[in-house]
């Protein structure tokens, strides 16, 4: 294949990227799921996987059956389809998870820069959701008012954007609209 294979990741907290020179692991475990079985050596953040370059396209590699239920979800040895029996069954077979050892940790680039954006982050991520705590606690205890409710749903709406932003400046740009409105309104 390529020789020169390299795999790209960011950190969710404080958006350094990296490359290593082979793929790490997804994770299992419940606190990271949807990231990669790494954390930022900078930050402590979880890193999300951009893909691999091949020649010079980033891409990113999906484990797909070709077959169809037939042939996964097989009971019996006879395969007709065109994985000629690579994939028979294959749905049946017990699956066995080892342990692989502490979490690795991916070495990023160390810049102040990149701890003060972690930082800015995650103090400017807390007080958005401990406001939004503060209004869950409320509703559940009664009922909100119009203009709390609709800045309960403007508050989720805004850390979901942000939480998706791929830069710094505009995940930020949501968080602090969304505390400007947030202070008006109280």
């Known amino acids: 294949m390529h ?7 960011r950190c ?3 958006l350094s990227v990296a490359a290593t020179a082979e793929q790490l692991p997804p994770n299992r475990s419940a606190t990271l799921r949807g ?4 954390i930022c050596g900078l930050c402590n953040g979880p890193l999300d996987y951009m893909g691999a370059v091949v020649g010079r396209r980033l891409t990113v590699e999906s484990s797909e059956c070709p077959c169809d239920a037939r042939c996964t979800n097989a009971r019996g040895p006879d395969c007709e ?8 069954g294959t749905k049946r077979v017990v699956k066995v998870i080892r342990d692989a050892g502490a979490i690795p940790r991916l070495c990023m680039p160390d810049t ?3 701890r003060a954006i972690a930082k800015e982050w995650r103090a400017a991520r807390l007080r958005v959701q401990t406001h939004l705590d503060e209004l ?8 909100l008012s119009d203009n709390k409710y609709n800045q309960q749903y403007q508050l989720r709406y805004s850390l979901s954007r942000a939480s998706k932003a ?4 505009g995940r930020m740009k949501h968080l602090v609209a969304v505390e400007l409105v947030g202070n008006e309104s109280c």
Do not use: V
């Open 3 to 9: 020789n020169n294979l390299r795999y790209y990741y």
């Open 12 to 14: 969710m907290d404080c």
């Open 35 to 38: 990231r990669i079985g790494c």
């Open 81 to 88: 389809c065109s994985c000629g029996g690579a994939n028979h």
């Open 112 to 114: 102040a820069k990149a």
């Open 136 to 143: 869950g606690e409320e509703r559940r205890s009664g009922w």
């Open 166 to 169: 791929k830069t710094h400046a």
